[in-house]
Structure formats: C-alpha cells, structure tokens
C-alpha cells in the first residue's frame, strides 16, 4: 500500500521577479513537514544560490515568459504524475500558464502578475514596475531593485527592519524582458502571457492576494478572476487584508502557508 505522501502529488514552488528559488525555503520545509514531497523550480538562468545569483546576474538577462515556463515544465516533467504548482508574482503567472496546460494538477498564484485580458494598470503597479519600464534598454538587461525600491515594491506593509534583512538576504537581479511582455499584453494578440483561461478540464486554482501589494495591487487579482470566468474549472479567490508583496517571504509567510495546504487538502489533494 502506498504511504500517505507517495498518493499525494508532489508540490513544486516556482518563484517571482527578483527573487530565487530559495525564498520558498520555508514553504518548502513546511510541505515536506506535513507529508509530500516538495520542491522549488529555478528559472533558466538562474544560479544554485541567491548569493550566486547576484554575482552571475547576466545570466539571467533576456528571458521571456514563454522560456522561462517552457524551462519550467521541463522540470515538471521529471515528475511521475502531474505536480501542485504555487508561485509567487510572476511565478503566479506561470502557475496559470503551465496549469492551463494541463501540465499540473492544481495551482496557486500568489499575488500573480497579471495575464492577458487584465486591464487595469493601477499608479503603484507602474511606480513598482518603473525601475525596468522606465529604459527600454532593459528589455535585454537583468535589472536588480534598490533597497528603495524593493520598499515600495515589495515590503511596504512591514516593519523598516523587517524590510532592511529581507531586501539583503532574498533580493536578486531580474530579466526585464518579462516586465515589458506584461506591460504589452494588451496591445499584442499573442502576448507570451496570455493563458488558456476557458481551459474547462484544468485542475483546480486559487488565486491570493495581499490588500496591501503595491507590485500587485488587489484589483488586478479581482480582474484575473474574472478573467476565468468562462471556464467550469474550479477558480477562488483569498484576499489577506494588510499583506504586501512580500507576503510569502516574510514574517507573516506561515499564514499563507497554511491557508495553502487547508485549500489543497480540502480539494482533495
């Protein structure tokens, strides 16, 4: 008889814009502590460590949406069944692309960046995406964040101090590419991050958001659920009033960790 953890589908984080598969960390741990078998996906250019990642920063320059998922479900393929995917930012992006094609047995898109068919452009969603959009030359470029602009992206809803150690221990370089597909999306048919939102056969998705994100605010998860509503396929929604963009990294991470799990669990995964 297979043990508990082996029935249940593997879990595999996919990280965001400025961060390295080793924020999910925590949530890692957390998953394996409460039986399955958990991992994190590493984008196409990325290093073995954030540290890494910083000093090999070119690496990661030039990458698409398109690649960057297609990298991803290379790695999804190692698995014997379909994994759980969640992903933080743009990695809730790609969480939906990859869920929208099947090739996952449910997801959960924390804080997604927005996909085709989303609209709104809120002032703190373009102030947060300013510091790649502002020169089209970071098109090709890996872009780091400063301390400053990491705030207000990211940690705007937490303490100065909380903020200061998070910036210094999780924030990488990231490929602008990404950010210009996103702020385009609506101007290009076949935008690399549409997604199959009339998917009727996917697994089930949980889209959550932070009532404080400035990177994501609230309203662009509100239209992404709308954005499904085409599809018979299972799509909810969980907002954490007060949160911000870092809300899977920091001091508050546990709670949304626990959410998660109930959510899977009561889906029957």
């Known amino acids: 008889m297979p043990s ?34 958990a991992t994190a996906a590493s984008w196409p250019g990325d290093s073995e460590t954030t540290e890494a990642t910083r000093r090999n920063a070119g690496a990661l320059a030039g990458y698409g949406v ?19 995917l969640i992903g933080h ?15 996952a047995a449910a997801g959960i898109a ?40 990491f705030r207000f992206g990211f940690t705007n809803a937490l303490p100065e101090q909380e903020a200061k150690e998070l910036y210094a221990k999780y924030a990488v370089p990231g490929p602008g590419r990404v950010l210009f597909q996103a702020a385009t999306a609506t101007l290009n048919p076949n935008s690399a991050t ?24 609230p309203v662009l998860v509100r239209s992404t659920l709308r954005a499904y509503s085409k599809s018979p396929a299972i799509t909810e929604l969980k907002e954490f009033p007060g949160r911000g963009h870092s ?7 546990k709670e949304l960790a626990e959410y998660s799990l109930s959510w899977l669990n009561a889906k029957g995964f």
């Open 110 to 149: 924390i804080d997604p960046a927005p996909i085709k068919g989303v609209p709104e452009l809120p002032v703190n969603a373009l102030r947060s995406a300013l510091p790649v959009l502002g020169n089209p030359l970071n098109f090709k470029r890996a872009v780091a964040l400063t301390e400053h602009q």
């Open 66 to 84: 398109g690649e960057i998922a297609d990298h991803i479900a290379k790695q999804l393929a190692a698995f014997d069944r379909r994994p759980i």
């Open 247 to 253: 809300l899977t990294i920091d001091s508050g991470w």
């Open 4 to 37: 508990e953890s082996s029935a249940r589908p593997p879990v595999v984080f996919v990280h965001g814009l400025w961060l390295h598969a080793e924020s999910w960390s925590n949530w890692v741990e957390y998953f394996r502590q409460n039986g399955y078998q």
């Open 194 to 217: 549409k997604v199959n939102v009339t998917n009727a056969t996917r697994g089930p998705l949980l889209l959550v958001s932070g009532g404080k994100d400035h990177t994501v605010p």
């Open 89 to 103: 930012s743009f990695g809730g992006l790609l969480v939906q692309n990859l869920l929208g094609r099947n090739l």
